[in-house]
């Protein structure tokens, strides 16, 4: 029992320092991923360890310091988005119905037949908004009666699991479906125009993630968000980036997402809000993303009823307000952030 627990010990302390070598290999980003599953188990293997072992040896006691900073360094990863981290994002504490939208972000999983059930989870919170992503042709037909509803839509089906449809109630302008790194991975890109005639820049994106099976790297995906950000950075307008970036929120790279865009993630000081993978609960993280500008506020965020996919959708209600600018700020990047940023977005 005892060598087990050091064995389990030594394998998370070894995936915690893979995680932090930034190298765009799969191998090094995928452990970004179970950070509060390695806490979890750090935190038991360090109980277990005090518990178990009876030894004055200088390694026992090397192994509990490891472990101990292997928990405080986890725990200060994902210590912001519980009720204990800073709200990068304030609530809106009146309702300002034409200075107001909705968003539901779907992955629908390409081979869910489910359709119905979507459509059920659609209508009844009816967003003002919504991104369905892993759409083929198949889904964009089954789908269409959503058109009804929603006016205003941008459709790029697609049968490599990387299909987007994007329907909307609110008025769309310049609408546009680029593809910004790989020629098969398209993001929509388009103004909102809110009710009382307030624009809106919304990206909506879903790059692909460092998976053996995937891309065996992170730099296009890394890229492809790096990118994004700084579309937002010079944007004008107020900025909306919504979809699967298929990176967790506690990751380096979304962090420096934040800094080189000026965005806010609503999540912080609330809670993980796991979007992935539904069907396993101890696998789950949050992958499914709504990411704001300062002159946002919360009304709503939460995760909606799965309808057979391997995604929960994510339903989150802002305000647009212009003095919010003045109350919020989001990460500052530093020189080794920017220097960073760079060197990623010039990798092929």
């Given amino acids: 029992m005892s060598l087990f627990i050091a064995i389990l010990s030594i394998l998370l302390i070894s995936f915690t320092v893979l995680s932090l070598i930034k190298n765009d290999y799969w191998i090094f980003r995928i452990f970004d991923y179970p950070r509060l599953q390695k ?5 038991v293997c360090l109980a277990l360890l005090v518990y178990f072992f009876e030894s004055a040896a200088l390694w026992y006691w090397l192994l509990i310091g490891a472990m101990t900073l292997n928990v405080i360094y986890l725990f200060s990863l994902i210590v912001p988005f519980t009720f204990l981290g800073k709200k990068q994002v304030h609530r809106a504490t009146k309702h300002i119905a034409d200075q107001s939208l909705s968003i539901m972000i779907a992955n629908v999983f390409q081979d869910n037949k489910n359709s119905k059930g979507c459509l059920s989870e659609i209508h009844k919170n009816d967003p003002d908004i919504v ?95 790096l990118l994004v950000a700084d579309k937002a950075k010079a944007s004008t307008l107020p900025v909306i980036v919504i979809g699967d970036l298929n990176d967790v929120a506690w990751s380096y790279t979304t962090e420096l997402f934040l800094k080189m865009s000026g965005l806010l993630d609503p999540r912080r000081g609330r809670g993980f809000f796991n979007s992935f993978h539904a069907h396993y609960p101890v ?41 919010a600018v003045h109350q919020q700020e989001g990460l500052e990047a530093d020189a080794d952030d920017v220097e960073l940023a760079e060197e990623k977005k010039a990798k092929e």
């Fill in 283 to 323: 696998l789950r993280f949050p992958l499914d993303h709504a990411f704001i500008s300062t002159d946002f506020k919360l009304k709503e965020i939460r995760r909606l009823y799965n309808f057979d996919s391997d995604h929960f959708p994510i339903f989150i209600s802002l305000q647009y307000e212009a003095a």
């Fill in 39 to 43: 806490f979890a188990l750090s935190l």
């Fill in 131 to 225: 991104l369905l992503l892993e759409t083929n042709s198949r889904w964009e037909k089954e789908t269409a009666e959503l058109d009804s509803k929603y006016p205003f839509s941008v459709k790029a089906a697609q049968e490599n699991t990387y299909g987007m449809l994007l329907y909307s109630k609110l008025e769309l302008k310049d609408a546009s479906i680029d593809y910004l790194v790989e020629k098969d991975i398209p993001s929509i890109h388009s103004i909102v125009i809110l009710k009382n005639g307030q624009e809106v820049q919304l990206y909506c994106v879903h790059p692909t993630p460092p998976a053996p099976q995937e891309n065996i790297r992170s730099t296009e995906r890394d890229k492809e968000l």
